[in-house]
Structure formats: C-alpha cells, structure tokens
C-alpha cells in the first residue's frame, strides 16, 4: 500500500517534531493512539478515496473511521448492460463521487485486496477521478459481501439501483433489505418482462423496503402495474399501456411516464379532477412530450390560471429524485388553486410537462 506510507509520512510533518542533541528527527505517529477528535480533523481534509484505503488496513481502523460518521447522499449500483459499478455520490457537485468498476474479464496483473471476508481482485485506482477499478468473476455473488463492507465503514441516506431482468438478477432483488439503503431505496428494473406477472413477482415481497420503482420494460395486459404506485417515487419508461382510466382513477404521489399514448385531453381532466379534491397525496406529475402529449395546449383548455405571484409561492418547486434534488424553475408556470385554498403548478418544457404541487409554497426557498 504505497499510498499509505506516503500518507503516514506527511502525517508525521503535521505534528511537533522532537529534536535529538545530534540531529533533527521525526516521532513516529501512531494513526490509531490518535484521539478521536484529531483523527477525525486529519481524515475530513482527505478525499473519500484515501479513506477508503486506510479502511484495508485492519478492522481497528474501520471501527475509527465508522465512528467519524462520514455521510452520502446516495449509494448508486449499475447491472445493466456491459458494465458493473458501484457510486457513491453526494447532491453536491463541490464533493465528487466516488466510483468502483467491475469487470469480468482476466487480466494477469492487479493485486488482492480484502473486502470484508473475501479477497478480491483489483486490477488499477485512479486517484483524480477517485475510482476503483475491480476483477471479478460474478459481480451478483460478491455484491452483498461488497455492501456489508462499505455499510461498515460509511452512511448513506438513499439508494439507487439499476437492475437487469434476467436469471442472474434475482441474486441482487434479495438485496432490497440491506441496511445500507436506509429503506429508502429506489429500484429500476430493464430489460424484458417474459414471464413475470406482477410488482411481488418482481421483487418477492420487498414492498416495505423500496421508495421507488421504475419500470424500464415494456409491460401489457399480463402484467399487473398498478401496485408500482403505491411507492413515493414512480416511473414508467413504457407507458403505452397505461390509460386514461388509470390516470383518473389510481392514487400515486410522485409519477413519470414516458412512451404513452395520453393526450392533452387527458392531462387536461385529470388536472380538473385534482382541482375537483381528488389524488390527495399528489406531488408531482410528470409526462414527456417527445413519445405522446402532442396537443400539448389542450391541457390548460378551461381552466382558470393565473401567473406566478412570489407573494403566493416559491419561484422553484425542489423535487427530491434520490439520485438528486432538483429546483424547477417554476416562475413561467401557470398555476391554478383548489378550493382548499392548494396551488398547483403547471410547467411547459421542451420535452415534457410537468404539474406540480404545492404542499407548502415556501418551503425550500432558494434565491431567485
């Protein structure tokens, strides 16, 4: 572990040094008699990388380094396609992710590292990008030992998981419960549906476990959708099937569709029905434009708008998507009110709409 030594050696200069008669020397430093306070001041200047490489050292020095309660705001995993990898990454863009790569195929150089109970491969770090690169021969195996390591070293608040639909996923559906995900997990699952009929079919039961799902396959008549929407956090990437009726009549709070066959029309009567006191626990609705949404006028046909007041409402409306918080520039948006005296929000973009929500009109202010 070069990087170690290296790093224990500028350590050394951060302290007093102690002189001998003859000549000027070092005291060694001991990394672990540090008190808690100082060693958590000298590891909260490093980047999360180098953190992670004083973790391999021993267990000692993970149960330090948990301690200091280092903190993401979303642990992102990838199973889709050609490519494994694993981030960790903050809403920040001041504190870059961090990123471990996986690979299946040999290489006959790299080195072993010990990832909890079982050695792996590591075939290169790149310390600008702060990524890890990693061999392994079954990344759907070595992912539960991966994430009972990192848990133990640090916190995360959400997670994200792209998952592909074949025999080898289910392997990683089991891992809905793990505690790094905070019960606050958000799955997607790609690919092709085949036999699968329903959500608990998906996910054997993990309801209670997940905040979101999105269905990034196309689904028909056999496969029963409408239980995905009891999530905080839904999307549908192919949406044909997905009707006027069900836009009217189920309950969701936060909805994305894509690939659909609704009309303005229809995003028109279901605004009025929200109006009407309907879909309680809305918050936002989105709907692209690009696949369907074309008569995109239709939508505020006869209803009673009016332009944005900063004295009713926030400028930006701040949607929480797990991977990211995003402000949406609300100010050109049309807004209509219930008579509940709730304002909602309808947003034109160039490839979507959006109608949006206002629980509370101020809360999460930014500067406009």
Same mark, same amino acid.
């Given at each position: 572990?070069?990087?170690? =030594?290296?790093?224990?050696?500028?350590?050394?200069?951060?302290?007093?040094?102690? *002189?001998?008669?003859?000549?000027?020397? *070092?005291?060694?430093?001991?990394?672990?008699?540090?008190?808690?306070?100082?060693?958590?001041?000298?590891?909260?200047?490093?980047?999360?990388?180098?953190?992670?490489?004083?973790?391999?050292?021993?267990?000692?020095?993970?149960?330090?380094? &948990?301690?200091? @309660?280092?903190?993401?705001? +979303?642990?992102?995993?990838?199973?889709?396609?050609?490519?494994?990898?694993? &981030?960790?990454?903050? $809403?920040?863009?001041?504190?870059?992710?961090?990123?471990? @790569?996986?690979?299946?195929?040999? *290489?006959?150089?790299?080195? !072993?590292?010990?990832? #909890?109970?079982? !050695?792996?491969?590591?075939?290169?770090?790149?310390?600008?990008? @702060?990524?890890? +690169?990693?061999?392994?021969?079954?990344?759907?195996?070595?992912?539960?030992?991966?994430?009972?390591?990192?848990?133990?070293?640090?916190?995360?608040?959400?997670?994200? /998981?792209?998952?592909?639909?074949?025999?080898?996923?289910?392997?990683?559906?089991?891992?809905? /419960? =793990?505690?790094?995900?905070?019960?606050? %997990?958000? %799955?997607?699952?790609?690919?092709?549906?085949?036999? *699968?009929? #329903?959500?608990?079919?998906?996910?054997? #039961?993990?309801?209670?476990?997940?905040?979101?799902?999105?269905?990034?396959?196309?689904?028909?008549?056999?496969?029963?959708?409408?239980?995905?929407?009891?999530?905080?956090?839904?999307?549908?990437?192919?949406? &044909?099937?997905?009707?006027?009726?069900?836009?009217?009549?189920?309950?969701?709070?936060?909805? !994305?569709?894509? @690939? =659909?066959?609704?009309?303005?029309?229809?995003?028109? $009567?279901?605004?009025?029905?929200?109006?009407?006191?309907?879909?309680?626990?809305?918050?936002?609705?989105?709907?692209?434009?690009?696949?369907?949404?074309?008569?995109?006028?239709?939508?505020?046909?006869?209803?009673?708008?009016? !332009?944005?007041?900063?004295?009713?409402?926030?400028?930006?409306?701040?949607?929480? $998507?797990?991977?990211?918080?995003? /402000?949406?520039? +609300?100010?050109?948006?049309?807004?209509?009110?219930? /008579?509940?005296?709730?304002?909602?929000?309808?947003?034109?973009?160039?490839? =979507?709409?959006?109608?949006?929500?206002?629980?509370?009109?101020?809360?999460?202010?930014?500067?406009?």
């Amino acid at each position: 572990m070069k990087f170690v =030594h290296n790093f224990l050696t500028w350590l050394e200069t951060a302290f007093d040094r102690e *002189y001998s008669n003859e000549s000027c020397c *070092y005291k060694p430093l001991k990394l672990l008699d540090l008190s808690q306070n100082v060693f958590e001041n000298i590891l909260r200047q490093m980047d999360f990388i180098s953190v992670f490489d004083l973790s391999l050292l021993s267990e000692e020095m993970r149960l330090k380094i &948990k301690q200091i @309660n280092f903190q993401f705001d +979303c642990l992102e995993i990838n199973n889709f396609g050609s490519k494994n990898w694993i &981030k960790f990454r903050n $809403s920040s863009e001041e504190v870059p992710a961090m990123t471990f @790569n996986f690979d299946t195929n040999y *290489y006959d150089w790299g080195w !072993k590292i010990k990832i #909890g109970e079982k !050695k792996v491969e590591m075939r290169g770090r790149r310390y600008p990008t @702060n990524e890890y +690169c990693f061999q392994t021969k079954d990344f759907e195996s070595d992912l539960k030992n991966l994430l009972d390591y990192f848990s133990s070293l640090f916190h995360f608040q959400s997670g994200f /998981a792209v998952i592909e639909l074949d025999s080898k996923s289910q392997k990683l559906r089991e891992l809905i /419960a =793990h505690p790094i995900f905070n019960n606050r %997990l958000v %799955l997607q699952l790609s690919g092709v549906l085949y036999s *699968y009929t #329903g959500l608990d079919s998906l996910i054997q #039961g993990n309801f209670e476990n997940l905040e979101g799902f999105v269905a990034d396959f196309e689904f028909g008549n056999h496969f029963d959708y409408k239980e995905i929407l009891k999530f905080k956090h839904c999307s549908f990437n192919y949406a &044909k099937s997905f009707t006027r009726r069900d836009l009217l009549t189920l309950e969701f709070q936060n909805l !994305k569709i894509r @690939n =659909h066959r609704l009309t303005g029309g229809d995003v028109n $009567s279901f605004i009025k029905s929200w109006l009407a006191g309907n879909h309680k626990n809305l918050e936002h609705l989105g709907i692209s434009k690009n696949f369907g949404l074309e008569d995109i006028e239709d939508v505020s046909h006869g209803l009673e708008t009016v !332009k944005w007041d900063e004295t009713k409402r926030d400028g930006h409306f701040l949607i929480d $998507s797990i991977r990211t918080t995003n /402000a949406i520039d +609300c100010r050109q948006g049309l807004d209509v009110q219930r /008579a509940d005296g709730t304002i909602g929000t309808m947003v034109f973009k160039n490839d =979507h709409f959006l109608f949006l929500v206002w629980k509370n009109p101020f809360v999460g202010r930014i500067d406009e």
